[in-house]
C-alpha cells in the first residue's frame, strides 16, 4: 500500500492518510485488542477506560473516556494521525467533532463478514495486511468448523438487568445465536430492547442465556430467570465471545461449540 491514500470507511466515509500512522487512537475495545494484535503496541497511544484486552499492554496507554463520552483536551493532547471508532458503540455527535480535526475511520459491524472486512481494511490502513490476513484466515477456518445445533433452538439472549434488556435483531449478537443454532426469540425487536418479564414468558425459549457483559450477570441470576421460565435452559455466557468481533473472534468458535455442545445436553 502506497501513501497518500485514500481509504473509504464502513460507513462510507472517506479519509485520505498522507502516510502511514504512527499515532493511532482506539476508540472500540475489541479494535484495540486487534490492534496490539496485529503488532501495534508501540503505536497505539490512546484508548477507552473499556479497553481491557490484551491486560498488560493496555495499562501503558493513556486512557482518553469511554466509548460514549470523549476526552476532547485529552485526545488533542495526544494529537493522533489515525483514530478508529465504531458506530454503534460510539456516539454520533462526537465523532463527528473528531471528524473535524482528525483522520476518522469507523466500522459498523453486524455479521462475521462485516469483522473480517474490518480487519483487512485497518490491515491496510496500518501496514500490517500480511498479519491481518493470517488473522482472517484462523477465524474464518475455525468458524467454518463450526456445528450448530439442529433444530434451533428458541434462545433469549440478555445484557441487561433493570430493566431487562435482550439482543434483537440487526445486531453481531443476533448473528453469533444465529451461527449457533440458537433462533433469537427477540429477533422481531430492534437492536437492544427492554423486554419485560411478561415478554419473556409469552416468547417462551427454550434457552435464556445471561451475558457476562456489559451487566455482570453470575450464576446469582440464574433463579430469577428460572423462575419467570421454569421450561427453560438458563446459563450465564462470556459476552465478550458473542459480541466482540476483534482478534477475539479467533478464540470464539471453540468457546460457542462448546457452548452448543452443553446446551443440546441439556435441552434433550
Known amino acids: 500500500m502506497s ?30 485488542e486487534l490492534l496490539f494484535d496485529l503488532g501495534l503496541g508501540d503505536r497505539i497511544v490512546g484508548l477507552t477506560k473499556f479497553c481491557i484486552h490484551p491486560k498488560e499492554q493496555v495499562k501503558q496507554k493513556t486512557i482518553r473516556g469511554g466509548t460514549k463520552n470523549f476526552r476532547f483536551e485529552v485526545i488533542d493532547g495526544l494529537q493522533p494521525d489515525l483514530i478508529i471508532g465504531n458506530k454503534e458503540e460510539n456516539y454520533k455527535e462526537g465523532i463527528e467533532l473528531l471528524q473535524q480535526r482528525y483522520k476518522v475511520w469507523m466500522s459498523d459491524i453486524y455479521t462475521l463478514e462485516d469483522a473480517l472486512a474490518m480487519m483487512q481494511q485497518v490491515g491496510q490502513l496500518t501496514g500490517t495486511e500480511a498479519k491481518a490476513k493470517q488473522l482472517i484466515q484462523g477465524i474464518a477456518s475455525g468458524f467454518g468448523a463450526l456445528q450448530p445445533v439442529q433444530p434451533g433452538i428458541p434462545t433469549a439472549y440478555f445484557i441487561w438487568r433493570k430493566p431487562y434488556m435482550a439482543a434483537g435483531n440487526h445486531n453481531i449478537i443476533d448473528h453469533m445465536l444465529q451461527r449457533c443454532g440458537f433462533v433469537n426469540a427477540f429477533a422481531d425487536l430492534a437492536r437492544y430492547p427492554e423486554v419485560s418479564p411478561a415478554q419473556l414468558q409469552q416468547a417462551a425459549p427454550q434457552l435464556i442465556l445471561l451475558s457476562s457483559e456489559p451487566y455482570p450477570f453470575q450464576e446469582k441470576h440464574l433463579a430469577e430467570f428460572q423462575k419467570l421460565c421454569p ?20 478464540h470464539a468458535p471453540a468457546y460457542l461449540q462448546q457452548i452448543v455442545e452443553e446446551v443440546r445436553n441439556m435441552v434433550s
Request: net charge positive; aromatic share 10%.
Open 3 to 32: 501513501f497518500p491514500h485514500t481509504f473509504t470507511d464502513q460507513i462510507g466515509h472517506r479519509i485520505v492518510l498522507p502516510q502511514l500512522p504512527q499515532r493511532i487512537v482506539s476508540l472500540v475495545p475489541s479494535q484495540t
Open 231 to 250: 421450561q427453560a435452559v438458563v446459563k450465564v455466557v462470556d459476552g465478550e465471545m458473542f459480541s466482540w468481533y476483534g482478534s477475539r473472534l479467533l
